[in-house]
């Protein structure tokens, strides 16, 4: 097919994006192919999207970054290793399916291999359900999502190679999460305890530190009353309903006020338990009454107390946040508990606040107040704490050494931005304790651990056992423990699995390992890990950053990436995070719909590493008028023509293009591709395209129109090659510099008149263009007709009006450039009289004197 039989009457935008995603999965033109060396490697740790949540534009945005990145080191020559995963487990997704299907997960309930969901799921009336069973819907649902968010990468031109498609739940993910946990078990890393832990009553499960959110939470202070030897001592309090659990009343060591008490007791309250009276410094004198209950436990004070304090243990709180049914055995008036026993917190306080009123233990009214509570960031409740057996990973919290280690780690890493290393940083001198990896839940990779039950049939966990890693994975729910039979679980002398299963963050902190084929595919990992680049959000250092960075540390003893780039947020037009509740989120595949991708893509790339981005859609249209311009601008140059053979310079096959305009275009040019690459390598995308697209605008408005006659051989045919030459060869490279921002236009205009692929195509560099033009000339060009076009536009007339006169005042070296093309000037000022060149210590400008109309 000749080149002008490929270039369509009327360019469109619409369509490309289906046209090239097919074609670029029919021709794998993003496989990653296995080089000889790591060398010629470079390899992405993609971020996987939770895909029981919904896409929204910051998503499109952050992504895009990435793709950006990964086009340009593949046109640089490198072998790109970026696949993608899916994040598909946890608790999102386990309210999804919920909802979804209307079911409840009762690990009691037994399996049903023929279980269909309801025909018409009522979320208020969810059938109980097996944990096979509902893992099994899990899987079911998860997987039509996830054609979901691929069919919108695609549509966005993410050029992942989707043949290295993961999920953080499936059987190879599994089996490297259990690796890797049974090897920081067997290192002494990872270790089973008993602790108070955060709770979320709602999700049933215990909370990490990394997903806590702090709330301002409205309550009141209640002075309450407990009894002295001598005379009352008051305390406040915004949780009376603790106070069947409080275990001793707490005072600053210099508070005079409370000398005289330390050291006895006061009872309790209603419950008339024995309370001591003690010293912490960890009190606030001035808050309150200045001395305080410690319950265990109403937060995370008084955690620190009974640690510290070595109090004792009274749980009143279940898991289910609610009160216990039975009066705990310490009361020693146990009949008021019966008003409070199987209540809500919230139930029980108001409650009790009756009981203290009419005992005449209450002091006064209520004060309301506000303060901050901790919640689990996906949760609706404050956080309970309660007492149970848990799963941590050692992470520096209680360890100098290590964290000294990690903080080091965080030194080493290359950061894009820089300045967010100092996030990381803060977030490790923070930690306050080991990372709680276990969760309370049902979809997500089991604990490889079963435990031994002794003669009484109870547990005992100072002895787990766990599998070989060639039994990997397993699931101790429904396989029994090495050397044992299903017969014998639970019973005397037999064995029980371990009920819980990872936290999401601990399947996902291995994401590199299982990308890279750890334990299955040795030369992949050879050639990949340690990974290149780890995009992602400003928002998860301190989750899956900083758990990438520890569990490769603790495993491979290296950082798990060389460079970390980091993304804003994309914010409203009043710079307030998108949430579904404040209803300003914008619906991705709208906005590609009416916009195209590449208008989306080019958006996307001028928000600035690290740099929150207000979302503007006026700003889609210019992206898409960019793309558009694209398609028209390179209609011209390929419709001029080729240059006749025997035009070009015998000696290197290639015509010396000779006109100054168009040498100056060129070696402009040169510059813009010096600059892109060096914004590209310091991951400075947004700099790449601003550079680029300022050129191009100019390249259209001034210099096209300018070299438009001579390209149609208005001054011979000589004249036309250089200029029809010089269009050709800055089309050539304009389009591989665009090809990383609109990889669906250029990628058709590349079509038209090129074998192969933009996308694999070398990136341009200087050498491929003349050096002997002045730049200078194009600002002379751009001064002369902005005073051109002024004047016409001044008179209300058409570009096309003739112009009698045009005096050009201005410094001589410019009057000097802009005589050497006096006839390109002339045809584009359509100038028919004469041009004064009139030297002057002033800026270049235009004296245009327009010739009369024709009547």
Request: charged content about 25%.
């Amino acid at each position: 097919m000749t080149e002008d039989a490929r270039i369509p009457d009327r360019p469109a935008l619409e369509g490309l994006e289906a046209k090239w995603s097919a074609a670029w999965k029919e021709q794998g033109t993003y496989a990653f192919r296995r080089p000889a060396t790591r060398a010629e490697v470079f390899s992405i740790d993609t971020p996987p999207p939770t895909v029981s949540g919904s896409l929204h534009v910051g998503h499109v945005f952050s992504y895009t970054h990435t793709d950006l990145v990964a086009r340009y080191q593949r046109m640089r020559g490198k072998q790109v290793f970026y696949p993608m995963g899916w994040d598909d487990n946890g608790l999102p997704t386990e309210r999804r399916v919920q909802n979804y299907y209307g079911v409840r997960c009762v690990p009691s309930v037994p399996y049903d291999p023929d279980f269909t969901p309801p025909e018409k799921p009522d979320p208020k009336r969810q059938v109980p359900i097996s944990r096979k069973n509902f893992v099994e819907l899990c899987m079911q649902l998860t997987a039509v999502d996830e054609q979901v968010f691929e069919n919108l990468w695609r549509t966005l031109g993410l050029s992942v190679d989707w043949d290295h498609l993961y999920a953080t739940i499936s059987l190879d993910s599994q089996r490297i999460a259990q690796r890797a946990f049974l090897r920081n078990l067997a290192r002494g890393e990872a270790y089973l305890s008993e602790a108070p832990t955060l709770w979320d009553v709602t999700f049933q499960t215990a909370v990490a530190q990394a997903e806590l959110e702090d709330r301002e939470y409205g309550g009141n202070y209640y002075r309450v009353a407990f009894h002295g030897p001598q005379q009352p001592v008051y305390i406040e309090t915004t949780r009376p309903e603790l106070i069947p659990a409080v275990c001793a009343l707490i005072a600053h060591p210099n508070d005079e006020r409370y000398q005289h008490l330390f050291g006895t007791t006061v009872k309790s309250p209603l419950f008339g338990v024995e309370i001591p009276v003690l010293a912490h410094r960890a009190a606030e004198p001035d808050k309150g009454a200045g001395i305080a209950m410690c319950c265990t436990f109403g937060d995370l004070t008084d955690v620190q107390w009974w640690r510290e304090l070595q109090l004792p243990t009274r749980v009143v709180l279940a898991r289910d946040g609610r009160l216990l049914g039975e009066a705990p055995e310490w009361l020693a008036n146990p009949e008021p508990y019966a008003a409070l026993a199987g209540k809500t917190a919230f139930s029980a306080r108001e409650a009790i606040v009756a009981l203290l009123r009419e005992a005449g233990d209450l002091d006064g009214d209520p004060k309301p107040t506000s303060r901050q509570v901790k919640f689990f960031e996906k949760g609706d409740k404050p956080l309970e704490i309660v007492s149970t057996r848990q799963w941590y990973i050692r992470n520096g919290g209680r360890d100098e050494d290590l964290r000294a280690t990690l903080l080091a780690r965080g030194e080493e890493l290359a950061w894009v931005p820089e300045y967010m290393g100092h996030r990381y940083a803060d977030w490790v001198n923070g930690l306050n304790g080991d990372w709680l990896i276990s969760r309370q839940r049902f979809f997500g990779v089991p604990f490889p651990i079963w435990y031994p039950l002794n003669a009484d049939g109870e547990p005992d966990y100072d002895h787990p056992i766990t599998p070989g890693e060639d039994m990997l994975p397993v699931d101790p729910a429904n396989e029994p423990a090495p050397g044992f039979a299903e017969e014998q679980r639970g019973q005397p002398g037999g064995f029980i699995g371990d009920p819980d299963v990872m936290d999401t963050w601990a399947t996902s902190s291995l994401t590199p390992q299982i990308a890279c084929g750890w334990d299955f595919d040795p030369e992949l990992f050879a050639l990949t890990f340690p990974m290149d680049m780890a995009p992602q959000a400003h928002d998860i250092i301190r989750t899956w950053l900083f758990s990438r960075v520890l569990r490769a540390h603790l495993e491979h003893g290296v950082l798990p990436w060389h460079l970390a780039a980091i993304s804003g947020f994309v914010v409203d037009p009043d710079r307030k995070k998108m949430s579904k509740s404040k209803g300003n989120v914008i619906v991705p595949t709208e906005i590609i719909d009416r916009f195209g991708a590449d208008a989306v893509r080019w958006r996307a790339a001028l928000a600035r590493p690290g740099a929150d981005s207000p979302f503007d859609e006026a700003q889609m249209k210019v992206g898409r008028r960019l793309a558009t311009k694209v398609l028209n601008a390179s209609k011209f140059i390929l419709g001029a023509g080729e240059t006749p053979a025997e035009l070009f310079d015998a000696a290197d096959g290639r015509l010396v293009v000779n006109d100054p305009a168009d040498l100056a275009m060129l070696a402009e040019l040169r510059s813009v591709v010096s600059a892109a690459t060096a914004a590209f390598e310091a991951y400075d995308y947004s700099a790449a395209i601003e550079v680029t697209e300022s050129f191009f605008w100019s390249f259209c408005d001034d210099y096209l129109e300018l070299v438009k006659e001579r390209a149609y051989e208005a001054q011979g045919l000589e004249r036309a090659a250089s200029a029809r030459t010089a269009l050709r060869m800055a089309l050539n490279v304009l389009l591989r510099l665009f090809a990383p921002f609109l990889p669906f236009v250029t990628e058709e205009v590349w079509s038209w008149w090129q074998a192969g692929s933009v996308h694999l195509a070398s990136w341009p560099c200087v050498a491929e263009l003349p050096d002997a033009g002045d730049p200078l000339l194009l600002a002379d060009v751009a001064a002369a007709l902005v005073g051109i076009r002024g004047a016409k536009s001044q008179a209300k007339g058409s570009m096309k009006t003739p112009v009698a006169r045009c005096e050009l005042i201005g410094p001589a070296e410019s009057l000097q450039r802009l005589e050497s093309i006096t006839a390109d000037l002339k045809a584009v000022g359509r100038i028919v009289g004469e041009v004064v060149w009139t030297p002057a210590d002033e800026p270049l400008h235009a004296v245009v004197e327009l010739a009369p109309a024709q009547q």
